[in-house]
């Protein structure tokens, strides 16, 4: 339930705080005093969009927050599933900056405006003299039928399996089209695939053939230079390794003079070591190069191919070739046993579709068991509040294939007045019987499923006198099982309410803002005495009002 609300820098409103009670809470003031604004700040945080043109304060950011009491409502999975904090008080809250920029929050944690719209349609259902039409959805009358049915766990597996079902759907298209495909080019790839795969293709070949080809290229100037460099260092008479041997001779003959030289000649004999080392590597490598021309020609020709396949199938490199190459394959394979799978699945679709159609069944029959109850409660309760005359009709038509909700079209047929037609809602119906319509069917809602707070919006507009009396009757009734706000102008309904807050306009400054109170027992005598007879209440009015209280 919604226990306190904060509105900051909205329409008339500076800052304003408000706490909400259980049961049934009335909300009163004059035309234009402010009580849809409040509303309308509320919506804020249900996911509403804003306007700064509405902001108290142009140079000021305006701020929603309610707190909500979630506990014993099944939100916890809501809060798992989007990675979100629960907390038993739970609060929404909204900054809307003077450039238009929005921020939402639940228990402090930044989320995105579906997110928290989402959450606020769990927790506040709105419904307003305007919002009539949403009783001609077949959404919302199907929503009822579910509702009083109790098969909510029977409608989400339904709907789990009915979205998988047609995934599969989806899929058995693409697959047939594509076995089709494959079927049509199956020579075509065929082709190329043999071609790719006579060709035995590594990943690092091209790398490595290029490197020999470079090297047999020029294995002239590679082997000159390597019987040159393997002169100088060990066949030359002027060698490098005889000129260190000399060098080392030179340096053993002084060595008992200095000891720096002993050290000195040891590197220099590490150094002879190496060179030698360096001397005999170069000559193998000099013996191993030669000039191959049958080899380059074949290694130019391998890489020529590879080449040609590559600009053919628009790659620059065999990675890319084989990937295209076991592409070809599955494409074979696809066609080649496409039927098979398309089999396969086809008889996975049939038995997810008899399993459906077992469960649409069982959806169904609730329905049908369903459909009576409404129907008796609805015009009991239409009876109750003066529409005695009214008869209401639940057709539920079966559909030809399976739908998102099951296999049934719910339609409501309603007439208000004796010896009149059954027919669409909208059509047969003022807007003082819709809102009374309405106002049974959430009563009906309310009963089977768990909604915290429902909102009535001047929903009684078009009736008076004792209608108005059992109109407050049934909201004081629905106040029994969940929390309930109601905006009235009728004083039979503010009467039945637990807590009664008023309205007004602060113009006392040079500035007029909204402001609210709740009333205590006397300034609830009073206030419900002027919306009897004006202003000035005399003592009849006084005393009807202290009788509407007494209830």
């Known amino acids: ?141 199907l929503l009822v039928v579910d509702g009083v049915a109790g098969h909510q766990d029977l409608l989400n597996t339904y709907q789990s399996k009915f979205r998988a079902y047609k995934k599969s759907v989806t899929q058995l298209q693409q697959l047939i089209e594509q076995s089709d495909k494959a079927k049509a080019d199956l020579d075509y790839y065929q082709f190329q695939f043999d071609e790719l795969e006579k060709a035995a293709i590594s990943n690092d070949e091209q790398e490595l053939l290029e490197k020999e080809l470079y090297t047999l290229n020029n294995a002239e100037e590679i082997k000159r230079n390597l019987s040159g460099a393997h002169y100088l260092m060990h066949e030359g008479e002027t060698s490098a390794i005889i000129q260190l041997r000399e060098a080392g001779q030179q340096l053993s003959a002084i060595e008992k003079f200095n000891p720096e030289v002993e050290e000195l000649h040891e590197r220099l004999k590490s150094t002879l070591i190496e060179l030698k080392d360096i001397a005999a590597e170069v000559e193998i490598l000099d013996q191993k190069t030669h000039t191959d021309e049958p080899r380059a020609e074949e290694v130019n020709t391998r890489l020529s191919l590879l080449y040609n396949l590559q600009k053919k199938h628009r790659v620059n490199s065999n990675e890319e070739l084989l990937a295209i190459q076991d592409d070809l394959s599955d494409k074979i394979q696809q066609a080649v046993f496409g039927d098979e799978a398309v089999e396969k699945l086809q008889k996975q679709i049939s038995a997810d579709k008899q ?131 109601t905006i009235t102008h009728l004083p039979q309904i503010a009467g039945k309410g637990k807590s009664h807050y008023f309205v007004f306009k602060d113009d006392t400054t040079a500035t007029t803002y909204t402001r609210i109170k709740k009333l205590n027992d006397n300034e609830r005598v009073l206030e419900i005495a002027k919306m009897l007879s004006g202003d000035k209440p005399g003592e009849s009015a006084l005393q009807n009002a202290r009788e509407l209280l007494a209830g």
Not at 33 to 44: D, E, M, R, T
Not at 362 to 383: F, G
Not at 445 to 466: C, H, K, N, Q, R
């Open 1 to 141: 339930m919604l226990q306190k609300l904060i509105i900051q820098n909205y329409a008339l409103i500076d800052n304003l705080e408000i706490n909400f009670d259980k049961g049934l809470n009335i909300l009163t003031g004059e035309t234009g005093a402010g009580k849809s604004i409040i509303l309308g700040a509320l919506s804020l945080i249900l996911g509403q969009r804003a306007e700064s043109r509405y902001f108290f304060n142009q140079q000021k950011k305006c701020v929603i927050e309610g707190s909500f009491k979630i506990a014993g409502f099944h939100l916890n999975a809501f809060f798992e599933e989007n990675d979100l904090d629960y907390e038993g008080e739970t609060v929404l809250r909204r900054e809307i900056s003077a450039d238009g920029k929005s921020r939402a929050f639940i228990n402090d944690t930044p989320v995105n405006l579906t997110l928290i719209k989402n959450l606020g349609e769990r927790l506040i259902d709105i419904h307003s003299q305007h919002a009539t039409q949403e009783i001609n959805d077949p959404d919302f009358q």
């Open 355 to 485: 399993e459906l159609e077992k469960l649409a069944a069982e959806l169904s029959a609730n329905r049908t068991k369903a459909i009576p109850v409404i129907q008796e409660k609805v015009l009991a309760t239409l009876t109750e509040m003066g529409m005695g005359n009214s008869a209401l009709e639940i057709e539920q038509t079966p559909l030809q294939d399976l739908a998102k909700n099951g296999t049934d079209i719910i339609r409501f047929m309603f007439s208000a007045n004796k010896g009149h037609a059954l027919a669409d809602m909208s059509k047969v119906a003022s807007g003082g019987e819709l809102s009374r319509l309405m106002l049974s069917i959430k009563s009906i809602i309310a009963e089977y499923t768990a909604l915290p707070t429902i909102i009535f919006d001047e929903i009684d507009t078009g009736v008076s006198g004792e209608v108005a009396n059992k109109v407050g009757q049934v909201m004081e009734r629905l106040s029994q099982n969940l929390q309930v706000i």
